[in-house]
T-cell receptor, first 115, second 113 residues
Framework: SAVISQKPSRDICQRGTSLTIQCQVDSQVTMMFWYRQQPGQSLTLIATANQGSEATYESGFVIDKFPISRPNLTFSTLTVSNMSPEDSSIYLC????????????FGSGTRLTVV | KNQVEQSPQSLIILEGKNCTLQCNYTVSPFSNLRWYKQDTGRGPVSLTIMTFSENTKSNGRYTATLDADTKQSSLHITASQLSDSASYICVVSAAGGGNKLTFGTGTQLKVEL
């Protein structure tokens, strides 16, 4: 199955600043997905990142707040902009594994704390 | 609205004991159901995947069942180990292509000596 390297694993940031999270996949994938997992909550899809086109955002998430880059088929970044304490969450990237039918592989997550 | 509900919310068991986690869903049209294990501070790791035609699937000490008629699934853990302490998340996918996953809030399992 695909292997995803996600960085950073955790960070503590000041409100008003921005943080960029990176995900590197060891194989080429068409779509990459970004999720947010707030404390005690289930995963919520932020957006789908396709190479060569703008990301598709889910309801409640906007590009100005969560800009995404997808420069090639193995890499993507998610930026959390102008952070507030409400942005404190775990952020995860995910890809659909071509090896295992219907399988999705997740990155190890970025635990973000905004103070 | 597609929903996935898991029970119990949390569970504490002694090492070596068995336990069963429940998942009820209202996702339609149904495509498949997955159970994931998420260790603290880590991303979810897939345990089992079941489609409509499958009613049981095992992965070592983990056995998942699916009743597509009643829209229920269970995850049975046999002979629990301390390393089983984690959150177990039920994820249901709707048919129709793309990423149409609905996540449960998970069951937090703690295995103690």
């Amino acid at each position: 199955s695909a292997v995803i390297s996600q960085k950073p694993s955790r960070d503590i940031c000041q409100r008003g600043t921005s943080l960029t999270i990176q995900c590197q996949v060891d194989s080429q994938v068409t779509m990459m997905f970004w999720y947010r997992q707030q404390p005690g909550q289930s995963l919520t899809l932020i957006a789908t990142a396709n190479q060569g086109s703008e990301a598709t955002y889910e309801s409640g998430f906007v590009i100005d707040k969560f800009p995404i880059s997808r420069p090639n088929l193995t890499f993507s970044t998610l930026t959390v902009s102008n952070m507030s304490p409400e942005d404190s969450s775990i952020y995860l990237c995910s890809v659909e594994d071509a090896v295992k039918l219907y399988g999705y592989t997740f990155g190890s997550g970025t635990r973000l704390t905004v103070v | 609205k597609n929903q996935v509900e898991q029970s119990p919310q949390s569970l504490i068991i002694l090492e070596g004991k068995n336990c069963t986690l429940q998942c009820n869903y209202t996702v339609s049209p149904f495509s498949n159901l997955r159970w994931y294990k998420q260790d603290t501070g880590r991303g979810p790791v897939s345990l089992t995947i079941m489609t409509f035609s499958e009613n049981t699937k095992s992965n070592g000490r983990y056995t998942a069942t699916l009743d597509a008629d009643t829209k229920q699934s269970s995850l049975h853990i046999t002979a629990s180990q301390l390393s089983d302490s984690a959150s177990y998340i039920c994820v249901v996918s709707a048919a129709g292509g793309g990423n149409k996953l609905t996540f449960g809030t998970g069951t937090q399992l703690k295995v103690e000596l």
